[in-house]
Nanobody, 121 residues
């Protein structure tokens, strides 16, 4: 079955950078969209960035100009480059993909295990 594996999280000081990666494994037929969301304990999860199979990207206002999402459909991988990190960016970051499996007839939602990003002041 399809599984998403994340990497790249860590501890950085304010102003630093991190690059998150998320690679999907399994029998994938096509990917419609990929993206990232994050969650802080006690807070609602929030969508950070999205990218469609056609390359269209969207970002929440608080990360515009600082984060860049990109994807490599051939590798079933999505990335999130995070620059000028702020303490408010501290959260567990989850990748997701909306995709169709080889034996499937319609797209389903899959997500990764999460990776911790901590930004110190």
């Amino acid at each position: 079955q399809v599984q998403l594996m994340e990497s790249g999280g860590g501890l950085v000081q304010a102003g630093g950078s991190l690059r998150l990666s998320c690679a999907a494994s399994g029998s994938i037929f096509s990917i419609d969209a990929m993206g990232w969301y994050r969650q802080t304990p006690g807070k609602q999860r929030e969508l950070v960035a999205t990218i469609t199979s056609g390359g269209t990207t969207n970002y929440r206002d608080s990360v515009k100009g600082r984060f860049t999402i990109s994807g490599d459909n051939a590798k079933n991988t999505v990335y999130l480059q995070m620059n000028s990190l702020e303490p408010d960016d501290t959260a567990v970051y989850y990748c997701y993909m909306i995709l169709v499996t080889r034996n499937g007839n319609f797209p389903n939602f899959y997500w990764g295990q999460g990776t911790q990003v901590t930004v110190s002041s």
